[in-house]
């Protein structure tokens, strides 16, 4: 007789399906789908970039060989500069540690932060991946509805004596707002009151198009020693499948932290970190072009969406990342919009339930089509959504 494998960890029935693959599958479905469903950006690495692996491949010195837990040291020093320089995050206390992306940063901190029932807060929307890493590290996120511009004095209410972090994202995703500078202060002041850490994803750091300019609260003075700064070459540089991100962490944690990256990654992939090293060369207003570019788009939207008497609003203006977040009067929940409008519409957008909303949301991402492919999948956006409302 042969008996039963065993089942998973209970714990990860917890952890919500992700949504993105699902989506995907659902596309794969319905063939001459636009998608404005995944966050990506349209352009790929700079030359510079490029040009550094093709070097690195001549000359491969010691890329075959484990490298430096925490990254190789020009890297990290490239990093620091570039966060310095593009975010002013005072990096004086800190120490920058290289991952394969800025979601592994996130887990590998909620890795450290929490024992069992550890709770994070996390203000709604959150970003899904978020929520998931801190229950596959035996942690609870605790949604917050404290507006999409989160009010300080609201996540101070959802303190509890298990509380270890509150995280920000800004710009963000989902919604395309980008937090003011007074109210991500304010978070971060209430951090250092509290005994917390303010976790910041800066993922879209460099993407706004608005009045509002983002604001890293790695910046404030002696912000450093309850701050975590995550970052990504994945959008700015066009770089999401090279898996290139960073934690910018106090000094005190990299200990622990080194515990959790070697295990899971022993050391960051040499020959992106090559790359990395060549987009970080192109600059800043490498990046700044192609984002203004998007704005384009962005104009696009929210052309689209400003009908008067429509049955959807935008919950925060679309002022950052490349994001716009929806609301429709229907009785659908998001998951079921989401499936309808590619199915019967041939237009994709992510489900506002992986973001810990209610109701009928959806997330509308500008970053991948352009000119007259956005524009008809707007056409098919705004039809769909006007049936969907009935
Ligand atoms: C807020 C936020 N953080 C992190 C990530 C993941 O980025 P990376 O590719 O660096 O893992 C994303 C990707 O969409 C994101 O939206």
Known sequence: MIAQPPAPARRLAQVQTPVIPVMGELIRQTPGTLSLGQGMVGWGPPEQALGAVQRALHNPGQLHVYGPMAGDPELR????????????IDCSGSAVLITAGSNMAFNAVAQVLCDPGDELILPVPYYFNHAMAIRLAGGIPVAVEAGVIPDPDQLAAAITPRTRAIVTISPNNPSGAVLPQPVLAAINRLCAQ??????????????????EEPWSPG??????????????????HGMAGWRLGWAVVPQGWMAELAKVQDTILIGPPRLNQQAALGALAAGPQWCRQRIAGLAQGR????????????????????DGAFYALLQLDSPL?????????????RVALVSGSSFGLGGCCLRL???????????????????GLLELSR
């Open 299 to 318: 104009g696009q939207v929210l052309d689209a969406l400003d009908q008067p008497g429509a049955p959807w609003r935008l919950l925060a203006p679309a």
């Open 219 to 236: 910046s404030g003075p002696g912000s450093g020693a309850h701050t975590i700064s995550l970052g990504s070459l994945s959008k700015s």
């Open 333 to 345: 929940n998001g998951d079921e919009a989401m499936a309808r409008l590619i199915r019967e519409h």
């Open 77 to 88: 020093a490239a990093v620091q500069a570039w966060l310095e320089q593009q975010h002013r």
């Open 194 to 211: 509290r005994g917390l850490l303010h976790i910041s994803d800066e993922a879209y750091g460099l993407f706004s198009y608005g009045a």
């Open 365 to 383: 991402s500008y970053g991948m089509l352009q000119a007259e492919a956005l524009q008809e999948a707007l056409q098919r956006l705004t039809q």
